[in-house]
């Protein structure tokens, strides 16, 4: 063994055995780790300085003392399940030997929070037998818990992954929650868990999954934002952590907690893009069952959740608007063949008629005239027939066409227009009509003009048949970029919350017939309705400016 020293001179002298008790003392003191020298009778005989200030006590206190006496207060050397003695892996295999172990106080068996990675190298006499062992120490806490760290890490990576996986592929809502709550439990280790979600229109949290709760209380349980600890979690967005809920006063339904015998506790917000849509609770029967990690592991799962539920809840919408598109579909195509019906029937019943009488009419008076056989009065009486008959078949076929398109729309515009219709729908069953139509410097293209002429017409068959209205204002305000009409009545109203789609008897069509129609031209169409608080209908249209020579 060699030892380097440098010396005040530039050159470095080699230290032999010779001197080697010369120097020992000053090179073991400059190591960090505590130095240890222990024979095979387990008796130390030499330390360094760091084991003296970990130890606070003089050299003389380790000489020749035994090293499981003045480390760990025993009478006999250390074994398992303890931790097995370094120097009995040394003498039996001859190599040197490592290990890491929980550190205990100096005398005692009790561990500390902290682990020591022991070293122990072989020490050979001349002939090469193994006397005593040379033990390094060396703190090693910080780097067990950054391994900690590391596998906790890893852990919520892959319970994160198991829940992706998990709900990946699923567009049901109940289906992802489920699928969620049960992976979650597992990942856990727990058996009692459930969301809720929240109602954006109620404020009202409710359990939508559940697993190991009984149906009362997740029947009886309704938290409104902010109300005990879920309600909370929901208000801040913050997780909460438990240890024993049952003893929480703050806690809701206390008694209800009670009863499930509820103790350990974790609750985190469901969020999706910094909105909370939820929240998630998982519980144990026994106290102080979950910790921060745990708490940290579903606070990042609810994060997740939010957003598989946002991508749920916006399939649910595409999927109803595609239905609410195919039914409206079938309703169009059914009333567009129901008004055919009508044309032709209409067409035969009395242009048909009329026309038939006109040729008839006209065909005697020719061979009256042809005869001489009438007198005057009587020519002029069967003229005039023809003549009533001409008219009256122009009227009818006039009818016809302005409702298959508004002429009044092409020729004077759509504030002549919707005036037209509004006093001829509207004041004869005595509604008072009012208009707040702003001039227009130029006519609007005609499918914005065409949509909200349809709107009105759609507005005005309503208040005709449910409204009992007294009253109706329609207003139409244009600038460069947008136009935007309302149609309002003082009428009896209706809930809105409960049109949520159509059902078989076609109820709701109408409403959601005029928001298909406004966004064809990019609109937006709001409807607001309370019951004995009249109906507003809102229609604002961006105006697309093109080039005129376009």
Not at 251 to 271: M, N, Q, T
Not at 316 to 344: G, P
Request: one cysteine or more.
């Amino acid at each position: 063994m060699i030892f380097y020293v440098v010396t005040n001179t530039r050159d470095s002298k080699i230290i032999n055995f010779e001197n080697f008790n010369v120097y020992l003392k000053d090179v073991i003191d400059s190591v960090e780790d505590e130095l240890l020298v222990i024979d095979a009778d387990y008796k130390i005989r030499l330390v360094n300085s760091a084991v003296q200030r970990k130890m606070h006590k003089e050299i003389e206190s380790f000489v020749n003392k035994p090293c499981y006496k003045i480390f760990r207060g025993r009478d006999k050397p250390c074994i398992a399940p303890l931790w097995v003695c370094p120097l009995e892996k040394v003498l039996q295999n001859g190599k040197s030997v490592t290990t890491v172990h929980p550190e205990s106080a100096y005398g005692t068996d009790a561990e500390l929070d902290r682990y020591v990675k022991v070293t122990a190298y072989p020490i050979r006499d001349s002939s090469g037998k193994i006397t005593a062992i040379v033990e390094l120490r060396r703190d090693v806490t910080a780097e067990r818990e950054l391994e900690v760290q590391i596998l906790r890490r890893h852990h919520q990576l892959l319970a994160l992954n198991r829940i992706s996986n998990a709900v990946s592929g699923l567009c049901d809502l109940d289906a992802i929650l489920r699928v969620a709550l049960d992976n979650v439990l597992e990942i856990v280790n727990g058996s009692v868990g459930g969301m809720l979600l929240l109602n954006d229109e109620t404020g009202i949290l409710t359990y939508r999954v559940h697993q190991g709760l009984s149906s009362t209380f997740v029947n009886e349980v309704r938290l409104s934002v902010g109300q005990g600890i879920a309600g909370r979690v929901a208000q801040t967005g913050q997780p909460v952590l438990l240890e024993d809920i049952s003893e929480n006063i703050d806690a809701a339904y206390s008694d209800l907690i009670r009863i499930e015998g509820l103790k350990g506790f974790v609750s985190v917000p469901i969020k999706s893009k910094e909105k909370v849509v939820g929240v998630m609770n998982v519980a144990s029967h026994k106290a102080r069952r979950f910790g921060i990690d745990d708490m940290y592991l579903l606070n990042s799962i609810g994060l997740q959740l939010g957003t598989s539920i946002e991508q749920a809840n916006l399939y649910k919408c595409l999927n109803e608007a595609r239905e609410r598109y195919q039914y409206l579909l079938r309703q169009a195509l059914t009333v567009q063949e129901e008004e055919r019906k009508r044309i032709a029937r209409e067409l035969h019943d009395e242009l048909g008629q009329n026309l038939t009488a006109l040729s008839l009419n006209s065909h005697a008076s020719s061979e009256i005239i042809e005869m001489g056989g009438l007198e005057n009065d009587e020519l002029k009486e069967i003229l005039r027939k023809i003549h009533t008959i001409a008219v009256h078949s122009n009227t009818e076929l006039t009818k016809i066409i302005r409702e298959l398109r508004p002429t009044l729309l092409d020729t004077l515009g759509l504030e002549a227009a919707l005036h037209s219709l509004s006093e001829s729908n509207l004041t004869p069953k005595g509604i008072e009509v009012s208009t707040e139509f702003k001039e227009l410097n130029h006519r609007l293209p005609s499918e914005v003009e065409l949509t909200f002429f349809r709107i009105t017409q759609e507005a005005i068959s309503n208040i005709v048949r449910h409204s009992d209205a007294k009253k109706v204002v329609m207003g139409l305000e244009c600038d460069d970029n947008e136009c935007v009409f309302y149609i309002k009545d003082d009428g009896k109203g209706f809930d809105m919350s409960q049109i949520t789609s159509i059902n078989a008897s076609g109820r709701g069509a109408g409403l959601f017939g005029m928001k298909e129609r406004v966004t064809l031209v990019n609109g937006e169409c709001s409807i607001d309705s309370k019951p004995n608080k009249g109906t507003k209908i809102v229609v604002k249209v961006p105006i697309i400016k093109t080039n005129p020579d376009e």
